[in-house]
């Protein structure tokens, strides 16, 4: 059974500083998915990751994928209040069909 | 294009009452999905759907029936609802079967059930 870990499950943080989202899993796969989900709303794709070693980055977010450690990263660069979510990651179980197993999600609050 | 469509968004019903949640999309989708989302818990797949006519259980599927008769429409339906019952429901789709695109999800389904 595919276990997806994702740490820290809160994290507060200051405007302008730096910091990483971790999400670890336990049975080998190579398709890693970062979604985020504002209060009340539903879930925004943020990162589709396909192979061992893929960096991608849109503004002030950045994910990468090491399907040797099964580890992807989320880091976030000088946050502002904007990116106060939660940040899921899903990871597909393998084969010809699309199943994800989510992490518990991990709930960033940006202060001023 | 209205993207996913979820109806209805918030639903109270009685434990044993029975009820159908409707899923539909416009993009042609070829893969859709029904999660639940309860706190703490992140999303858990309950059905899943590769085409019209062909469907499969996730990780949580007891006490749903799903059924896809056409390519925009997956609806779910709980046969007797229970309290346990009581979460968000999310529907979802995407074009691949390989897993090499990302989903687009509804706007979701509150559900309590008493």
């Known amino acids: 059974e595919l276990k997806v870990e994702q740490n820290p499950l809160f994290l507060s943080m200051q405007e302008g500083k730096n910091y990483t989202i971790y999400c670890n899993y336990s049975?080998?796969?190579?398709?890693l998915y970062w979604y985020r989900q504002d209060p009340g709303k539903s879930l925004e794709s943020l990162f589709v990751?396909?192979?061992?070693?893929a960096v991608k980055q849109e503004g002030r977010l950045m994910a990468s994928l090491d399907t040797k450690a099964r580890l992807s990263t989320l880091h976030i660069t000088a946050a502002v209040h904007d990116l106060s979510a939660t940040y899921f990651c899903?990871?597909?179980?393998?084969?010809?069909?699309?199943?994800?197993?989510f992490g518990k999600g991990t709930l960033l609050t940006v202060n001023p | 294009n209205a993207g996913v469509t979820q109806t209805p968004k918030f639903q109270v019903l009685k434990t044993g009452q029975s009820m159908t949640l409707q899923c539909a999309q416009d993009?042609?989708?070829?893969?859709m999905s029904w999660y639940r989302q309860d706190p703490g818990m992140g999303l858990r797949l309950i059905h899943y759907?590769?085409?019209?006519?062909?469907?499969d259980q996730g990780e949580v599927p007891n006490g749903y029936n799903v059924s896809r008769s056409t390519t925009e429409d997956f609806p779910l339906r709980l046969l007797s609802a229970a309290p346990s019952q009581t979460s968000v429901y999310f529907c979802?789709?995407?074009?691949?079967?390989?897993?090499?695109?990302?989903?687009?999800f509804g706007p979701g389904t509150r559900l309590l059930v008493l």
């Open positions: 049975t080998t796969s190579d398709r």
């Open positions: 990751l396909l192979s061992n070693g």
């Open positions: 979802a789709s995407s074009w691949g079967l390989a897993g090499s695109e990302t989903q687009y």
């Open positions: 759907s590769v085409g019209a006519g062909i469907t």
């Open positions: 899903a990871v597909d179980s393998g084969g010809s069909n699309y199943k994800l197993t």
């Open positions: 993009m042609n989708h070829e893969y």
